[in-house]
Nanobody, 122 residues
Framework: QVQLVESGGGLVQAGGSLRLSCAAS????????MGWFRQAPGKEREFVTA????????YYADSVKGRFTISRDNAKNTVYLQMNSLKPEDMAVYYC???????????????WGKGTRVTVSS
């Protein structure tokens, strides 16, 4: 089992940047695909980005391509989300998730963190 703890959320002005981190427990972090999802008030949770076991493959929602970057450090059991050029519509609770299977939008992730809130002021 994997436990995930997100950090790095906060308040930022539109156009600004934030970096989220997700620390994972366990010694098998490198065997998990990792992803970030977000849920805005009144909306369903949506996919943001995912990264493969070694970091060689990444996937992004169209809404964040070119602005957000996912990365991972398997030695530190941590996945990151660098968010640049933030927009008010990026405001949401951001969740880290893990799955041993490759990213597939049809399948739910196995493990979830509790989320970190990102607020973007216009």
């Amino acid at each position: 089992q994997v436990q995930l703890v997100e950090s790095g959320g906060g308040l930022v002005q539109a156009g600004g940047s934030l970096r989220l981190s997700c620390a994972a427990s366990g010694r098998t972090f490198s065997s998990y695909y990792m992803g970030w999802f977000r849920q805005a008030p009144g909306k369903e949770r949506e996919f943001v980005t995912a990264i493969s076991w070694s970091g060689g493959r990444t996937y992004y929602a169209d809404s964040v391509k070119g602005r957000f970057t996912i990365s991972r450090d398997n030695a530190k059991n941590t996945v990151y989300l660098q968010m640049n050029s933030l927009k008010p519509e990026d405001m949401a609770v951001y969740y880290c998730a893990a799955d041993q299977a490759p990213w597939d939008p049809r399948d739910a992730m196995d493990y979830w963190g509790k989320g970190t809130r990102v607020t973007v002021s216009s």
